[in-house]
């Protein structure tokens, strides 16, 4: 038979997958993801809540670590503080430390209007009295009454939104959710990609050598498995201090114990297919079977895995900082937000709140879009 | 046939549909049929042609995106979109199944006696007792031997012959009217599919059901059915009488599936070839248990003490039933699995190589495997998988060159060379294995190794692949060692054919003398086994 022959026979059995749009398996993958409902739901709600973490900062004029020493332990609310009420109560409060009487008192726009009353020529220098409260600034006479026994001041009254509500060091609550937020996502995702990194590499080529490499490799990890966890974060607390850094170092060196052995079962039934077996007729090293077909094919379950990692590295990461091991302060985590607002659970619900329902969304919506990519990876139907 | 001839299933323009991101696939698009009680109705095509989508149809067991239209009336009941509460009325107990591997039809936790009775216990309210004495009757029928202790194995103690028997069992436990059987025997060797097949036919004179045998095995069919279906892409190509459809075939799809058959002989290479790959006293031996607790090892010798001498040019056919160390032969030869003996490649001994030795030699020693779905890593394009060898082999090609090197290997083997961006799952078993063979071609070896690889495809398919090899082989100048346990294969492209069993040679010669005048009994066996049906 010559090669034209054969051609035509192969081309008679092609079947007409030509005409449809090639798609590698990611592609199908991902085809199938966009279906999921609620996965695509956990991505957006994601994509917000990081978008929230680390773009929200740029639009809040407080600091994370800004203190508001009047406004210590405040409810959340939609209206502006300090209101009017609480303002006419500061500004008696200077009046009389100014050994003068408020005759009137009025705030619009962002401005307040008193008239004050002596019974003495009032020293202009009485405005230092209001400046020194928090809420007045700017604070300058307008017009002095001929007999120097009234004045009209006017000046800045500072408006401030908390709308979290505040902590009880006065920190804007929003603010620090919005930094827990980089924080932990932060930590989340560093400390699995450091967790991806080591356990990847470890199991597949535990998994791959097999044999005596294998056990030896494998009991290791069993080691550390049986070691207290707290134990060694201290350890290594103690011998490096505490860095945010470490954190991710830490977390991740303990989580990839986990992937290294999920990363070995699936390399032990890859080693056994047949295209492992082709590669290594064709002369592979060990390390590349590893790097070009072990990994690439462990990834769906890997990716599966990650999304159930970073969250339990959020709360791996709040426990320690929990502990006093963690994120320090002024920094916080919704871990750190979290145990404070537990703490005062009964005098400022919204400090647990708030850094809550965070994390909670956060946790759901990574893992609805885990469950998505199992299904979309790992379809039972095809 | 019987003379009641009383319909067990009626089909009328049945359809099977599934969703897919593409749009609608019809799998099945319209057949009609129908079988009687005491008939077997044989469903024949090649995969991909619906025939097992038509019956899961029927059964309500089709894939979550599929979906199901038409009419199956099993006694008057409609069973198309029915009620599970119907189905399952009908579903094993009426109508049973059974399927193409038995291994994993079993549940591996449950003893089998256990996974029989259950059937019994659910459709018939029997009592343990009862069930128990009924699954000893039924496993005797089937012919496995010492029921009494079989009753209580698990489905790993058995041999696949065994299983199938059991399934076969389980089938029958609540006397059907139709039993279909989907592939039975596809997985098995010769001699046991004969036997299967001889039993069901026993027990259908017995119980005078209805079989439904799917395959797309056409001496099977030959040997069983009373009538055929021929289906081609979801639809009826043909049907009639089982000697209407042999003898007079109507449509040119079946003449063609008839004459798929693999046909031809090799030349024999020219007298005094030299000898490229040569071993002599070849052992291979495992070690099985060994475990923490197993004590010790126990040694399991896969090959034991066997010579071959390929000359260039020549292929040598080695076939064997499941476990006779064929396999393992042909990865010992190529110092993919540690052994003892000694083994020659031209005039280099490689017997002692150790990997990073054997990497340069590689390139010419190549191995094309059984499976096509296995054998190509889903996750690389069919361009990254045939080159592979060449970044061991020639890492000083260039991206352009390595390309152009593709391209004229997927032309070789007969593919469209626009296809190298595609990926391995977009093709037909067929192309797959031109691609797994372009992947040892690349490297313009001088020995290959085939195993199996024509086993996992369809006749017609075969056929293209079996004269693909023979004519690289002549362009080339290649060896073959070709594995399989298909007889006609092995007729049709060896020069010379080694019998294995038990990691023993039972019985070596030339293709014409070992098929025409075989002196083992064990061959002989086999050759009647493989032709007579």
Redesign the interface.
């Known amino acids: 038979m010559t090669e034209k022959t054969i051609a035509t026979v192969a081309a008679a059995e092609m079947p007409p997958a030509d005409e449809r749009p090639s798609r590698s398996l990611s592609q199908l993958a991902w085809i199938r993801f966009r279906r999921n409902k609620a996965a695509m739901l956990g991505c957006l709600m994601l994509a917000l809540i990081v978008l929230f973490s680390y773009v929200g900062p740029v639009f809040l004029k407080h600091g994370y670590d800004e203190v508001f020493p009047s406004y210590v332990t405040i409810a959340p609310s939609l209206s502006p503080r300090p209101d009017p009420e609480t303002l006419k109560e500061v500004a008696e409060n200077a009046a009389k430390r100014a050994r003068v009487t408020l005759s009137s008192f009025e705030v619009e726009n962002g401005t307040y209007t008193a008239v004050i009353a002596g019974s003495k020529p009032i020293d202009p220098r009485a405005v230092r009295y209001f400046d020194r409260a928090n809420e007045f600034e700017n604070t300058q006479v307008k017009e002095t009454a001929a007999d120097q026994l009234s004045m009209t001041l006017t000046g800045h009254v500072d408006q401030e939104y908390f709308l979290f509500g505040t902590d009880n060091n006065g920190r804007d609550l929003l603010a620090r959710v919005m930094l827990g937020g980089q924080i932990s996502i932060a930590v989340g995702v560093a400390a699995s990609l450091v967790s991806l990194g080591i356990g990847v590499l470890y199991g597949a080529t535990s998994g791959y050598i097999g044999g005596r490499v294998d056990n030896v490799m494998m009991r290791f990890v069993e080691i550390l498995y049986s070691l207290p966890f707290i134990f060694l974060v201290v350890v290594l607390v103690v011998f490096f201090g505490r860095s945010i850094t470490l954190i991710f170092i830490v977390i991740g060196a303990v989580q990839w114990l986990e992937m290294a052995r999920i990363v070995r079962g699936q390399t032990l039934s890859l080693k056994r297919r047949e295209f492992v077996g082709a590669a290594e007729a064709l002369g592979l090293t060990d390390w590349q079977i590893i790097r070009r077909h072990i990994i690439p094919n462990t990834i769906g379950p890997v990716i599966v895995f990650v999304t159930s990692v970073v969250p339990q590295v959020m709360l791996l990461e709040s426990f320690l900082s929990f502990l006093g091991l963690g994120v320090q302060a002024p920094l916080a985590s919704w871990g750190t937000l979290i145990a404070e607002g537990a703490r005062n659970i009964q005098s400022a619900y919204w400090q647990l709140i708030f850094p809550s329902v965070f994390f909670v969304l956060t946790l759901f919506s990574l893992n609805f879009i885990g469950d998505g990519l199992r299904d979309a990876l790992d379809p039972k139907d095809r | 046939m019987t003379e009641k001839m009383e319909t067990v299933l009626d089909v009328k323009d049945l359809k099977v549909e599934f969703d897919t991101?593409?749009g609608t696939v019809q799998a099945v698009k319209g057949v009609s049929f129908s079988v009687s009680r005491g008939e077997t109705l044989a469903i024949v095509g090649e995969s991909?042609s619906g025939k097992s989508q038509t019956m899961m149809g029927i059964m309500g067991l089709l894939?979550?995106?599929g979906r199901v239209s038409g009419s199956a009336r099993y006694a008057g009941e409609e069973l198309v979109n029915a009620p599970l509460r119907v189905l399952n009325g009908v579903r094993g107990s009426k109508i049973t199944m059974i399927f193409q591997e038995p291994m994993t039809s079993l549940d591996p936790l449950y003893r089998i006696g256990r996974q029989i009775s259950e059937p019994l216990i659910h459709h018939k309210g029997m009592s343990k007792g009862d069930a128990r004495a009924r699954v000893l009757e039924l496993l005797k029928l089937v012919g496995i031997p010492e029921p009494e202790r079989r009753i209580d194995s698990y489905p790993h103690e058995l041999s696949g012959g065994q299983r199938q028997r059991v399934m076969i069992a389980m089938a029958l436990a609540n006397d059907p009217d139709l039993l279909i059987a989907d592939e039975p025997t596809t997985a098995l060797d010769v001699t046991i599919q004969a036997q299967i097949l001889r039993l069901l036919a026993d027990l259908q004179k017995k119980f005078g059901m209805a079989i439904i045998l799917i395959t797309h095995d056409l001496g099977v069919v030959k040997h069983v059915a009373d009538r055929v279906v021929v289906m081609r892409r979801g639809e009826i190509v043909e049907q009639g009488p089982r000697d209407d459809i042999f003898e007079r075939p109507q449509a040119d799809y079946t003449k063609m599936l008839l004459a798929a058959e693999p046909s031809g002989h090799k030349p024999p290479p020219p007298p005094g070839s030299p000898v490229i790959l040569e071993g002599r006293n070849v052992t291979v031996d495992f070690a099985i248990g060994g475990g923490f607790l197993a004590g010790g090892t126990r040694t399991f010798r896969a090959v034991d003490d066997v010579s071959i001498r390929l000359e260039q040019g020549q292929t040598i056919g080695i076939v064997g039933e499941s476990g006779s160390g064929k396999s393992t032969l042909g990865r010992a030869l190529?110092k993919?699995l540690p052994s003892a003996g000694y083994v020659r490649f031209g005039q280099t001994e490689i017997s002692k190589f150790d990997r990073a030795a054997?990497?340069?030699y590689?390139?010419e020693m190549?191995?094309v495997?059984?499976?096509p779905y296995?054998?190509?890593?889903?996750?690389?394009?069919v361009g990254e998988i045939i080159t592979?060898?060449l970044?061991?082999?020639e890492p000083q090609l260039s991206k352009a060159e390595r390309d152009a090197r593709a391209v004229a290997a997927l032309?070789?083997?007969?593919?469209?060379p626009a296809?190298r961006?595609?990926?391995p799952?977009?093709?037909?078993g067929?192309?797959r294995q031109?691609i797994?063979i372009a992947?040892s071609m690349i490297?313009k070896p001088k020995v290959v190794v085939l195993d199996e690889p024509t086993s996992a495809l369809d006749r017609?398919?075969q056929r293209?692949v079996i004269?693909?090899l023979r004519?690289l082989q002549e362009k080339h100048g290649l060896s073959y060692v070709f594995i399989s346990h298909d007889l006609s294969v092995i007729r049709a492209i060896s020069d010379h054919v080694i019998v294995m069993k038990d990691g023993k040679i039972v019985e070596q010669g030339d293709t014409e003398m070992i098929f025409d005048a075989p002196r083992a009994d064990y061959t002989k066996t086999l050759i009647a086994a493989a032709f007579t049906h």
Request: proline letters at 5%; aromatic letters at 8%; glycine letters at 8%.
């Open positions: 991101p593409d991909g894939a979550a995106n190529l993919l054997m990497r340069p590689r390139r190549q191995l495997f059984q499976d296995g054998s190509l890593s889903p996750r690389q394009t592979e060898g970044f061991v082999h032309k070789e083997v007969g593919l469209d296809t961006n595609r990926y799952h977009e093709f037909s067929g192309q031109r797994a992947r490297l017609s398919v293209q004269e693909l004519d």
